[in-house]
T-cell receptor, first 114, second 113 residues
Framework: GAGVSQSPSNKVTEKGKDVELRCDPISGHTALYWYRQSLGQGLEFLIYFQGNSAPDKSGLPSDRFSAERTGGSVSTLTIQRTQQEDSAVYLC????????????FGPGTRLLVL | GQQLNQSPQSMFIQEGEDVSMNCTSSSIFNTWLWYKQEPGEGPVLLIALYKAGELTSNGRLTAQFGITRKDSFLNISASIPSDVGIYFCAGQGNMRGTYKYIFGTGTRLKVLA
Protein backbone atom coordinates (compact mmCIF):
# COMPACT_ATOMS: atom_id res chain seq x y z
CA GLY A 1 0.00 0.00 0.00
CA ALA A 2 0.93 3.64 -0.18
CA GLY A 3 1.31 4.17 3.54
CA VAL A 4 1.81 2.39 6.83
CA SER A 5 -1.23 0.34 7.75
CA GLN A 6 -2.19 -1.00 11.13
CA SER A 7 -4.80 -3.47 12.27
CA PRO A 8 -7.11 -3.63 13.99
CA SER A 9 -8.00 0.06 14.11
CA ASN A 10 -9.79 -0.47 17.42
CA LYS A 11 -9.55 -3.27 19.96
CA VAL A 12 -11.55 -3.74 23.15
CA THR A 13 -10.41 -6.54 25.41
CA GLU A 14 -10.86 -7.76 28.92
CA LYS A 15 -8.20 -7.44 31.55
CA GLY A 16 -5.94 -10.48 31.54
CA LYS A 17 -6.41 -11.35 27.87
CA ASP A 18 -3.61 -11.27 25.30
CA VAL A 19 -3.77 -8.97 22.25
CA GLU A 20 -1.84 -8.80 19.00
CA LEU A 21 -1.45 -5.60 17.03
CA ARG A 22 -0.21 -5.65 13.46
CA CYS A 23 1.80 -3.17 11.42
CA ASP A 24 2.49 -3.22 7.68
CA PRO A 25 5.27 -0.73 6.91
CA ILE A 26 5.83 1.07 3.65
CA SER A 27 7.49 -1.21 1.11
CA GLY A 28 11.25 -0.69 1.11
CA HIS A 29 11.39 0.84 4.57
CA THR A 30 13.79 -1.21 6.63
CA ALA A 31 13.30 0.69 9.88
CA LEU A 32 10.15 0.12 11.94
CA TYR A 33 9.11 1.64 15.26
CA TRP A 34 6.35 1.07 17.77
CA TYR A 35 5.14 3.91 20.01
CA ARG A 36 2.45 4.18 22.66
CA GLN A 37 0.34 7.31 22.99
CA SER A 38 -1.72 7.59 26.15
CA LEU A 39 -4.61 10.04 26.32
CA GLY A 40 -3.32 13.59 26.34
CA GLN A 41 0.30 12.49 26.22
CA GLY A 42 3.10 12.48 23.71
CA LEU A 43 4.51 9.43 22.03
CA GLU A 44 6.41 6.93 24.13
CA PHE A 45 9.04 4.89 22.29
CA LEU A 46 8.57 1.14 22.68
CA ILE A 47 10.76 -0.76 20.23
CA TYR A 48 12.81 -0.25 17.06
CA PHE A 49 13.66 -2.72 14.27
CA GLN A 50 16.32 -2.07 11.65
CA GLY A 51 16.90 -4.64 8.95
CA ASN A 52 18.37 -7.84 10.33
CA SER A 53 19.91 -6.17 13.38
CA ALA A 54 18.81 -7.04 16.88
CA PRO A 55 15.86 -4.82 17.82
CA ASP A 56 16.15 -2.11 20.45
CA LYS A 57 13.60 -3.18 23.03
CA SER A 58 14.62 -0.66 25.64
CA GLY A 59 11.26 1.14 25.59
CA LEU A 60 9.07 -1.87 26.32
CA PRO A 61 7.41 -1.12 29.68
CA SER A 62 7.31 -4.70 30.99
CA ASP A 63 7.94 -8.28 29.99
CA ARG A 64 4.27 -8.58 29.07
CA PHE A 65 5.13 -6.62 25.92
CA SER A 66 6.95 -8.20 23.01
CA ALA A 67 7.28 -7.57 19.28
CA GLU A 68 8.40 -9.46 16.24
CA ARG A 69 9.18 -8.51 12.70
CA THR A 70 8.94 -11.32 10.20
CA GLY A 71 10.83 -11.24 6.92
CA GLY A 72 11.91 -7.67 7.52
CA SER A 73 8.41 -6.41 6.79
CA VAL A 74 5.27 -6.97 8.85
CA SER A 75 5.54 -6.50 12.61
CA THR A 76 3.36 -7.73 15.44
CA LEU A 77 3.23 -6.17 18.90
CA THR A 78 1.90 -8.59 21.52
CA ILE A 79 0.66 -7.59 24.94
CA GLN A 80 0.10 -10.51 27.30
CA ARG A 81 -2.21 -10.45 30.30
CA THR A 82 -3.43 -6.97 29.46
CA GLN A 83 -3.97 -4.44 32.23
CA GLN A 84 -6.19 -1.36 32.24
CA GLU A 85 -3.14 0.90 32.14
CA ASP A 86 -2.26 -0.64 28.76
CA SER A 87 -5.19 1.26 27.25
CA ALA A 88 -3.71 3.67 24.71
CA VAL A 89 -3.18 4.25 21.02
CA TYR A 90 -0.35 2.11 19.66
CA LEU A 91 1.35 3.74 16.69
CA CYS A 92 3.68 2.13 14.21
CA UNK A 93 6.06 4.07 11.97
CA UNK A 94 8.58 3.16 9.30
CA UNK A 95 11.43 4.96 7.58
CA UNK A 96 14.35 4.50 5.25
CA UNK A 97 17.64 3.70 6.99
CA UNK A 98 19.59 6.85 7.69
CA UNK A 99 16.43 8.97 7.51
CA UNK A 100 14.98 8.14 10.88
CA UNK A 101 13.68 11.68 11.33
CA UNK A 102 11.28 11.12 8.45
CA UNK A 103 9.09 8.53 10.09
CA UNK A 104 5.85 7.71 8.36
CA PHE A 105 3.20 6.84 10.90
CA GLY A 106 0.24 4.54 10.58
CA PRO A 107 -3.19 5.56 11.89
CA GLY A 108 -2.70 3.59 15.09
CA THR A 109 -4.61 0.91 16.98
CA ARG A 110 -6.80 2.18 19.78
CA LEU A 111 -6.68 -0.38 22.58
CA LEU A 112 -9.16 -0.32 25.43
CA VAL A 113 -8.72 -2.77 28.26
CA LEU A 114 -11.82 -3.18 30.40
CA GLY B 1 9.19 7.66 29.73
CA GLN B 2 11.21 10.84 29.37
CA GLN B 3 9.35 13.70 27.65
CA LEU B 4 9.94 17.26 26.60
CA ASN B 5 8.15 20.26 28.07
CA GLN B 6 5.91 21.70 25.40
CA SER B 7 3.78 24.83 25.78
CA PRO B 8 1.13 25.90 25.63
CA GLN B 9 -0.79 22.69 26.20
CA SER B 10 -3.72 24.03 24.20
CA MET B 11 -4.83 27.19 22.52
CA PHE B 12 -7.87 28.66 20.87
CA ILE B 13 -7.18 31.30 18.25
CA GLN B 14 -9.10 33.27 15.68
CA GLU B 15 -8.64 32.47 12.01
CA GLY B 16 -5.96 34.70 10.56
CA GLU B 17 -3.97 35.03 13.78
CA ASP B 18 -0.38 33.94 14.15
CA VAL B 19 0.44 31.06 16.51
CA SER B 20 3.58 30.33 18.45
CA MET B 21 4.48 27.25 20.49
CA ASN B 22 7.72 26.03 21.97
CA CYS B 23 9.51 23.08 23.41
CA THR B 24 12.23 22.95 26.04
CA SER B 25 14.50 20.23 27.27
CA SER B 26 16.90 19.84 30.16
CA SER B 27 19.38 18.14 27.84
CA ILE B 28 21.02 19.11 24.56
CA PHE B 29 19.52 17.81 21.34
CA ASN B 30 21.15 17.33 17.95
CA THR B 31 17.91 17.26 15.99
CA TRP B 32 14.52 18.84 16.55
CA LEU B 33 11.40 17.76 14.73
CA TRP B 34 7.89 19.17 14.57
CA TYR B 35 4.93 16.90 13.78
CA LYS B 36 1.19 17.50 13.37
CA GLN B 37 -1.41 14.92 14.32
CA GLU B 38 -5.02 15.13 13.23
CA PRO B 39 -7.82 13.14 14.89
CA GLY B 40 -7.66 9.44 14.11
CA GLU B 41 -4.38 9.74 12.26
CA GLY B 42 -0.72 9.25 12.98
CA PRO B 43 1.63 12.23 13.24
CA VAL B 44 2.98 13.78 10.04
CA LEU B 45 6.41 15.43 9.91
CA LEU B 46 6.25 19.18 9.29
CA ILE B 47 9.79 20.43 9.77
CA ALA B 48 13.16 18.92 10.70
CA LEU B 49 15.98 21.01 12.20
CA TYR B 50 19.59 19.85 12.35
CA LYS B 51 21.76 22.79 13.49
CA ALA B 52 21.66 25.20 16.39
CA GLY B 53 20.21 28.50 15.22
CA GLU B 54 18.69 26.98 12.09
CA LEU B 55 15.48 28.63 10.93
CA THR B 56 13.39 26.62 8.48
CA SER B 57 10.07 27.34 6.83
CA ASN B 58 7.42 25.10 5.31
CA GLY B 59 4.69 27.27 3.82
CA ARG B 60 3.10 29.23 6.65
CA LEU B 61 5.10 27.30 9.22
CA THR B 62 8.47 28.41 10.55
CA ALA B 63 10.55 26.57 13.13
CA GLN B 64 13.85 27.38 14.81
CA PHE B 65 16.48 25.27 16.55
CA GLY B 66 17.46 27.19 19.68
CA ILE B 67 21.03 28.42 20.08
CA THR B 68 21.39 26.58 23.38
CA ARG B 69 20.22 23.37 21.63
CA LYS B 70 17.76 22.89 24.45
CA ASP B 71 14.73 24.48 22.85
CA SER B 72 12.81 24.97 19.65
CA PHE B 73 9.78 26.93 18.58
CA LEU B 74 7.18 26.62 15.86
CA ASN B 75 5.26 29.56 14.40
CA ILE B 76 2.18 29.34 12.21
CA SER B 77 1.28 32.51 10.38
CA ALA B 78 -2.23 33.52 9.32
CA SER B 79 -3.88 30.43 10.77
CA ILE B 80 -6.71 28.71 8.92
CA PRO B 81 -9.29 26.18 10.16
CA SER B 82 -7.36 23.21 8.76
CA ASP B 83 -4.46 24.03 11.10
CA VAL B 84 -6.51 22.37 13.84
CA GLY B 85 -4.69 19.44 15.39
CA ILE B 86 -2.06 18.47 17.91
CA TYR B 87 1.47 19.68 17.27
CA PHE B 88 4.31 17.64 18.73
CA CYS B 89 7.95 18.48 19.03
CA ALA B 90 10.51 15.69 19.14
CA GLY B 91 14.19 15.76 19.91
CA GLN B 92 17.15 13.47 19.48
CA GLY B 93 20.22 13.94 21.58
CA ASN B 94 23.54 12.41 22.36
CA MET B 95 22.26 8.94 22.98
CA ARG B 96 23.34 5.64 21.50
CA GLY B 97 21.89 5.27 18.04
CA THR B 98 20.27 7.94 15.96
CA TYR B 99 16.73 6.64 15.89
CA LYS B 100 15.37 7.24 19.36
CA TYR B 101 13.35 10.44 19.55
CA ILE B 102 11.78 11.93 22.65
CA PHE B 103 8.37 13.48 22.05
CA GLY B 104 6.73 16.45 23.74
CA THR B 105 3.26 16.22 25.24
CA GLY B 106 1.73 18.22 22.39
CA THR B 107 0.03 21.55 21.81
CA ARG B 108 -3.64 21.25 20.91
CA LEU B 109 -4.60 23.97 18.48
CA LYS B 110 -8.18 24.99 17.77
CA VAL B 111 -8.91 27.68 15.21
CA LEU B 112 -12.13 29.63 15.43
CA ALA B 113 -13.45 30.72 12.06
Amino acid sequence: GAGVSQSPSNKVTEKGKDVELRCDPISGHTALYWYRQSLGQGLEFLIYFQGNSAPDKSGLPSDRFSAERTGGSVSTLTIQRTQQEDSAVYLCASSFPGREETQYFGPGTRLLVL
Amino acid sequence: GQQLNQSPQSMFIQEGEDVSMNCTSSSIFNTWLWYKQEPGEGPVLLIALYKAGELTSNGRLTAQFGITRKDSFLNISASIPSDVGIYFCAGQGNMRGTYKYIFGTGTRLKVLA
